[in-house]
Antibody, heavy 118, light 110 residues
Framework: QVQLVQSGAEVKKPGASVKVSCKAS????????MHWVRQAPGQGLEWMGR????????NYAQKFQGRVTLTRDTSISTAYMDLSRLRSDDTAVYFC???????????WGQGTLVSVSS | QSALTQPPSVSGSPGQSVTISCTGT?????????VSWYQQPPGTAPKLMIY???NRPSGVPDRFSGSKSGNTASLTISGLQAEDEADYYC??????????FGGGTKLTVL
């Protein structure tokens, strides 16, 4: 069965960086794009970007251009989301989600809480 | 890219039908049949309910249906059940090769 297992919660100070991992299993990792979506406390979903695990090609939301970097390690079927220059309003749950070939997210990770506070 | 517009809340009694709208622009909803809908109960990850405007993944009840007209997509839930109470989000692919979500709609089953 398809599973996406994310790394644990993080606490960071403003200006720092955070790297969240997403380990995939139950399917061919390089065969499906991976999205990253975040959700601030009490707020809606916000799309951050997408990576093609096969080629490494990425698309980013304009809002996060220059601050977010999506990478992958195909040898361990893991995708990564790196967010730099953290601010307090980056406090959110960060999700990875598999693209199900229909321009949608058919499987989601459990989410990783990133808290940014001085 | 601005978020798609959804009503903040809708409600209905068990057995009734409700419809949630999702309004975008000609740069997203109006350009492609690549609208998805997600259900998110509190404290959980979203679940895909509808993809490509009107298609249901395996396991999603046929009480859930989707449609689109112009720049507005809609999710209809018929035969409301208590377990349907959750937040619902629409999403669309855009002409910039990005995705955009709606602001979310809280469904209350009375």
């Amino acid at each position: 069965q398809v599973q996406l297992v994310q790394s644990g919660a993080e606490v960071k100070k403003p200006g720092a960086s955070v790297k969240v991992s997403c380990k995939a299993s139950g399917y061919t990792f390089t065969g499906y794009y991976m999205h990253w979506v975040r959700q601030a406390p009490g707020q809606g979903l916000e799309w951050m970007g997408r990576i093609n695990p096969n080629s490494g090609d990425t698309n980013y939301a304009q809002k996060f251009q220059g601050r977010v970097t999506l990478t992958r390690d195909t040898s361990i079927s893991t995708a990564y989301m790196d967010l730099s220059r953290l601010r307090s309003d980056d406090t959110a749950v960060y999700f990875c989600a598999r693209d199900g070939h229909g321009y949608n997210c058919d499987y989601w990770g459990q989410g990783t809480l990133v808290s940014v506070s001085s | 890219q601005s978020a798609l517009t959804q009503p903040p809340s809708v409600s209905g009694s068990p057995g009734q039908s409700v419809t949630i709208s999702c309004t975008g622009t000609s740069s997203d909803v109006g350009s492609y049949n690549r609208v998805s809908w997600y259900q998110q109960p509190p404290g959980t990850a979203p679940k895909l309910m509808i993809y490509e405007v009107s298609n249901r993944p395996s396991g999603v009840p046929d009480r859930f249906s989707g449609s689109k007209s112009g720049n507005t997509a809609s999710l209809t839930i018929s035969g409301l059940q208590a377990e349907d109470e959750a937040d619902y989000y629409c999403s669309s692919y855009t002409i910039s090769s990005t995705w955009v979500f709606g602001g979310g709609t809280k469904l209350t089953v009375l």
